[in-house]
Every structure is written in C-alpha cells, then in structure tokens.
C-alpha cells in the first residue's frame, strides 16, 4: 500500500487561499487514481476531488468547482489541491486518498486504497 502524508493546512481568512499537499512513499502513485475528501465536525467524510492516473481527468465537488484546482506530479510522488477563494464552509480536515479503480467520476470513499491523516484546513469569515 501507498502511504500518504498531507500539509499544507492551516487558518485563513474567507476569500483566500490554501495548497495542500500530499506525499506519498512506498509506491509509485502513477497507477493509483488521486483525490481529496474532507471532514467537517459531526459530518460524513465527503468527496472535494480526483485525479486520473494520467491526469487526463479531472472531477470535482459542485461545491467546490471554479475555486478549487487538482493536480498530480507523478516524478514527485505528490498530489496538490489548490484551493482559491475559500469559504467559512470549507473548514474542515481534508484527507488525500488513493484508489486502484479506474475513475470516470467523483471518486468513492469505499473505493479508496489508502487514506492520509488529514489536515485541518480553517476558514474564518
């Protein structure tokens, strides 16, 4: 299995912006589908976005489209979530995971393979 370690979290004020990170050892991610999900308190774990392998497709969270962008550097092992124009809503711990099965749409967190420990991403208004 993959292990994966994000950062990049941290409080900002609404209206500004955030990049996480994800790093991810053990094995390559070039085979794996990447995402994000995150956690508000008292809240299910929800799908923000996914990656194909290739990078040739990307999905997102209506919530979230037009103000958050995904990327993948396969040569760095990394996964990036950019995140512009954040909303007191978006508080909540965001989690990089990782799946063996072909996307074709928001990822499944039943599908997911392996899942980082998250960090806390804090939006005031």
């Known amino acids: 299995q993959v292990q994966l370690v994000e950062s990049g979290g941290g409080l900002v004020q609404a209206g500004g912006s955030l990049r996480l990170s994800c790093a991810a050892s053990?094995?390559?991610?070039?085979?794996?589908?990447m995402g994000w999900f995150r956690q508000a308190p008292g809240e299910e774990r929800d799908f923000v976005a996914a990656?194909?392998?290739?990078?040739?497709?990307?999905y997102y969270a209506a919530s979230v489209k037009g103000r958050f962008t995904i990327s993948r550097d396969n040569a760095k092992n990394a996964v990036y979530l950019q995140m512009d124009s954040l909303k007191p809503e978006d508080t909540a711990v965001y989690y990089c995971?990782?799946?063996?099965?072909?996307?074709?749409?928001?990822?499944?967190?039943?599908?997911?393979?392996?899942w980082g420990q998250g960090t806390q991403v804090t939006v005031s208004s």
């Open positions: 995971a990782a799946t063996y099965r072909l996307i074709t749409g928001p990822m499944v967190a039943a599908d997911v393979a392996s």
């Open positions: 053990g094995r390559t991610i070039s085979s794996y589908a």
């Open positions: 990656i194909t392998w290739s990078a040739g497709n990307t």
